[in-house]
């Protein structure tokens, strides 16, 4: 079974551009969840979907959206970068219910010049 | 709102020596609960879970953890590591029920490092 395949798995933008990240969850999975890690806040949460709703929304400017297709592969955008949006994007799936674990993919790290 | 605090940041050990990361969380309610590891440019791996029945569960490559619910804590445990063991532990927790969809709450992270 395919795990959470990730793209690009690096990015390098300038201040001002915008970005899209793309992940395609494990087969079956209907929940997408996204994380940004950085070594000064950790792991934070920024939303999940579930069949192409948003469900759930953390802490992050309205720069931070997201969508999920009916085939449940999810795109998160970043606008207007900013040199602290270099991270590292996790993106996560699940079966969405009671608590099914989430399952990671590799990541894209993102870099802002 | 639920928070995890990893009590150490970073642990070292010899190899085939006894290890145990910390985890306690703090929630008004229910909660489930992870172990993930990270090794160096990857994603997150899970270790085990705790989603309910027995308080000791075991999870891959031969780690083990115990829910106490009355001190909040979810401590990790291998009793003899390997070099391949060194990476990045995090403890997390995922709200039960209610309208927190799917945002696991993180720990900091532990850093273990195996010596030879």
């Known amino acids: 079974k395919a795990g959470v395949t990730q793209t690009p798995r690096y990015l390098i933008k300038t201040r001002g551009q915008q970005v899209t990240l793309s992940c395609s969850p494990i087969?079956?999975?209907?929940?997408v969840s996204w994380y940004q890690q950085t070594p000064g806040q950790g792991l934070q949460f920024l939303f999940e979907y579930f069949s192409e709703t948003q469900r759930n929304k953390g802490n992050f400017p309205g720069r931070f959206s997201g969508r999920q297709f009916s085939n449940s592969r999810s795109e998160m955008n970043v606008s207007t970068l900013e040199l602290g949006d270099s991270a590292l994007y996790l993106c996560?799936?699940?079966?969405?219910?009671?608590?099914?674990?989430?399952?990671f993919g590799d990541g894209t790290r993102l870099s802002i010049l | 709102a639920q928070s995890v605090t990893q009590l150490d940041s970073q642990v070292p050990v010899f190899e085939e020596a006894p290890v145990e990361l910390r985890c306690n969380y703090s929630?008004?309610?229910?909660?489930?609960l992870f172990w993930y590891v990270q090794y160096p440019n990857q994603g997150l791996q899970l270790l085990l879970k705790y989603l309910s029945g027995s308080t000791l569960v075991k999870g891959i490559n031969g780690f083990e953890a115990e829910f106490n619910k009355s001190q909040t804590s979810f401590h990790l445990r291998k009793p003899s590591v390997h070099i391949s063991d060194t990476a990045e532990y995090f403890c997390a927790v995922l709200q039960a029920g209610g309208t927190s969809y799917g945002k696991l709450t993180f720990g900091q992270g532990t850093i273990l490092t195996v010596h030879p």
């Open positions: 996560a799936s699940s079966q969405g219910t009671g608590g099914q674990p989430q399952h």
């Open positions: 087969s079956g999975h209907r929940s």
């Open positions: 929630s008004s309610v229910s909660v489930y």
